[in-house]
């Protein structure tokens, strides 16, 4: 279980309060533009140090530990290539960050890139790639990663209604219903209906506890209301 307990976290003038749970299984983070969604993920992975409060997994605090010593993996809207590397290398330093790979994980990696659609493109860099396969190929690197709690920051805005479902389907077979614990921030309430087993709302500065996505949906807050239309 990953708690947020009384986190607060500053960013000049902005504040984010959060003091729920997440259990394992798809959550959907939705709200407001500047309402501070993405915050609330640097702060789980420690990219944002929390002012107040505790970050803690399944009884681990980990306030004080660096992002690399946390068991989070996250992919960013920007997804964080390394443009030196092929796309089969960037995607090999979830199983081996020297990249010494052995036959068998070669092959996952392969084989995890014909998952996400790319089978063939693994020799490339990412210049030669588009957005959308680049989107790609930094979710085959989260399908690889064995840690535990994964974050996807509006990791699919960049592709088109059918691709999106395709790859959000993979991320609840591969990685949901594993019993991973993945947050997923996203702008389109659709995807969070569909595929979310809870949904996390977040506004002006308050990260609500998550409900089931069908209550949310069914009974929204006024706030949320609001914000859903």
């Known amino acids: 279980m990953l708690t947020l307990d009384d ?5 000049g003038t902005f504040q984010l309060r959060a003091n729920l749970q997440v259990a394992p299984g798809l959550t959907a983070v ?5 309402g501070g969604k993405s915050t609330l ?6 990219f944002e140090s929390a002012v107040t409060g505790r970050v803690i997994w399944d ?4 306030s004080c530990k660096e992002p690399g010593q ?14 030196h590397l092929t796309i089969a290398q960037n995607v090999g330093l979830a199983l081996a960050p020297r990249l010494k790979l052995s036959v068998k994980q070669s092959a ?10 790319l089978p063939g493109l693994g020799g490339r860099k990412p210049a030669a790639l588009s957005g ?3 989107g790609r190929a930094a979710l085959a690197r989260c399908l690889l990663s064995d840690r535990p709690v994964v974050l996807l920051d509006e990791a699919f805005a960049a592709l088109g209604p059918a691709l999106r479902a395709e790859m959000l389907t993979l991320v609840r077979d591969r990685m949901a219903q594993q019993g991973r614990t993945v947050i997923m921030v996203t702008h389109d309430p659709n995807d969070a209906r569909s595929f979310a087993d809870q949904v996390l709302f977040v506004a002006e500065g308050v990260a609500h506890p998550p409900q089931k996505a069908a209550a949310f949906f069914d009974d929204p807050s006024p706030a949320a209301q609001s914000y859903l239309g």
């Open 7 to 11: 986190v607060t976290v500053s960013k």
């Open 30 to 34: 939705i709200g407001p533009s500047g």
């Open 41 to 46: 993920l640097a702060s789980i992975a420690g």
């Open 59 to 62: 009884g681990d605090d980990l």
């Open 70 to 83: 946390r068991p989070v993996t996250m992919l960013f809207q920007d997804h964080n290539l390394f443009p």
């Open 108 to 117: 996952q990696v392969d084989a995890v890139l014909t998952d996400v659609g």
């Open 132 to 134: 959308g396969q680049i």
